[in-house]
């Protein structure tokens, strides 16, 4: 009977000892599916932290852009308006807007945030009008950070830097195109008003549009009202001159 129960005994004992075995090689199993699903996760946070960022850095560009056009339409007549305008918008868009500073440096000009100072943490673009160097747009970082694509700065803010010195340039040539307008419209209005003999504005085919009456012409002409509209050809030898 001895010799039984020992037997029993042994075989319930490595069924036992099976079993936990089993169970142990499950939970070591469950183990490292937790292990591997919590590596899944911390990656996917992780990637989903660095779209966050990207996309939350996108919206500060187009804001600096959308910004930069409200700028113009405000102070459409001044460009140093403008220029200073632009320089209190860029620190902003930059990913670390507290240290950061910038600069328009136009010919003999120089345009720069309230705080401002040259450091070795520097991102330039060039300005150009027509082709033509005629500036140059800087940001600076006061205090150093992680490296990036270009030193400390994203790739993306070299884009934005290149775009808004692109935006400069167009508003410079924009506004020197108005000055020449103005300029001209002066000075053909000089010219005209010099001129003692009656200007007809007309039409191809002779349709009186404006006029103006030199000095040295009669009173006796009829006004601009009446005689718009109505042929040059009619007026000879009717109207006294």
């Known amino acids: 009977m001895k010799k039984k129960e020992t037997h029993y005994s042994d075989y319930n004992r490595r069924k036992g000892n099976s079993r936990v ?30 779209k966050t960022h990207a996309l939350g850095e996108r919206v500060k560009e187009l804001k600096c852009l959308y910004a930069i056009s409200n700028l113009v339409e405000k102070h459409g007549g001044s460009l140093d308006d403008i220029l200073l305008g632009i320089v ?53 970082y006061l205090e150093e950070r992680p490296e990036c694509s270009e030193g400390p700065f994203l790739k993306e803010e070299r884009s934005l ?41 007309i039409t191809k085919d002779g349709t009186i549009l404006d006029l103006k009456k030199g000095k040295s012409f009669s009173k ?19 109207y006294p001159i």
């Open 21 to 50: 075995s089993r169970e142990i090689e499950e939970l070591h199993k469950q183990i490292e599916r937790l292990k591997k699903s919590e590596k899944e996760y911390r990656q996917t946070k992780e990637v989903l932290q660095k």
């Open 88 to 140: 209190d918008i860029i620190p902003s868009a930059w990913q670390y807007p507290r240290i950061t500073c910038a600069r328009i440096k136009l010919e003999s000009q120089s345009f720069t945030t309230d705080y401002f100072e040259e450091t070795k943490w520097r991102q330039s673009a060039r300005i150009k009008v027509k082709g033509k160097r005629v500036g140059e747009l800087e940001v600076f």
């Open 161 to 201: 830097i290149d775009a808004i010195a692109k935006r400069i340039g167009e508003i410079i040539e924009r506004k020197m195109a108005e000055d020449a307008l103005r300029e001209s419209m002066a000075r053909n209005k000089a010219l005209i008003n010099a001129i003692p003999d009656l200007i007809f504005r």
């Open 220 to 238: 006796q002409l009829l006004s601009a009202n009446t005689l718009r509209g109505r042929s040059v050809y009619e007026l000879t030898g009717r």
